[in-house]
């Protein structure tokens, strides 16, 4: 299995942009996360989705960011406008999401690094 | 509020060392606490505990939990190079995928 795949791998962009970010699940994981990782606040569950439907949003920071999941193997990430706050390392991970202790055990993309400027 | 925090936030130690991290937590309805180890990219799973007093091994790492004292420890043994990396714990909620991480400890071997 190719494992959890995530593009781009890096964004540098300019403060008010659109920026997109994508993610494959595992094939058969039912639950999708995105994560964001910096130094000062380490790694903040941003949304997940099971079964492709947002479960939890509260981490989203505010109505600049939005993600959808229209099937079991896509997701997206949108910041729609880009400010450098959102500077950061997002990170996509699926799991099984299922019954069981394995279903909790989450599988992390390689993360898209995002510069703002 | 929910809350997990690690101790130390960085070590340094020389190969062949044994090392313990500490993962404290305060979280409602608590179900089970999970250990990644993150080198420069992303975190790879480590263990999942949910049941305390049983400890759960692999090679030279093992980890238990104390669901009284509210905190799990991770154990490295003759510690390598390899093992340099930041850890992580994270804290799940029972009837939610949602896990909060703690901020890490930054552990850095030396040959």
């Known amino acids: 299995d190719a494992g959890v795949i995530q593009s781009p791998r890096h964004e540098v962009t300019e403060m008010g942009q659109e920026v997109t970010l994508r993610c494959k699940p595992i094939?058969?994981?039912?639950?999708l996360f995105w994560y964001r990782q910096t130094m000062m606040r380490g790694l903040e569950l941003l949304i997940y989705?099971?079964?492709?439907?947002?479960?939890?949003d509260s981490g989203m920071p505010e109505d600049r960011f939005s993600a959808k999941m229209p099937n079991a193997s896509f997701s997206t990430l949108k910041i729609q406008p880009s400010e450098p706050r959102d500077s950061a390392v997002y990170f996509c991970?699926?799991?099984?999401?299922?019954?069981?202790?394995?279903?909790?055990?989450?599988?992390f993309g390689p993360g898209t690094r995002l510069t703002v400027t | 509020e929910d809350k997990v925090v690690q101790s130390p936030l960085s070590l340094v130690v020389h190969e062949g060392d044994t090392v313990t991290l500490n993962c404290s937590y305060e979280?409602?309805?608590?179900?089970?606490l999970l250990w990644y180890k993150q080198e420069k990219k992303a975190p790879t799973f480590l263990f999942m505990l949910?049941?305390?007093?049983i400890e759960k091994k692999s090679g030279r790492l093992s980890s238990i939990l104390d669901k009284k004292e509210l905190f799990s420890i991770l154990n490295i043994t003759a510690t390598q190079t390899g093992d340099s990396a930041v850890y992580l714990c994270?804290?799940?909620?029972?009837?939610?995928?949602?896990?909060?991480f703690g901020t890490g400890t930054r552990l850095k071997v030396l040959a």
């Open positions: 991970a699926s799991s099984l999401g299922l019954l069981g202790d394995r279903a909790y055990e989450q599988y």
């Open positions: 094939s058969g994981h039912n639950s």
């Open positions: 979280v409602t309805n608590f179900r089970s």
């Open positions: 989705f099971n079964n492709n439907v947002p479960i939890d």
């Open positions: 994270a804290a799940l909620r029972v009837g939610t995928y949602k896990y909060i």
């Open positions: 949910t049941s305390s007093g």
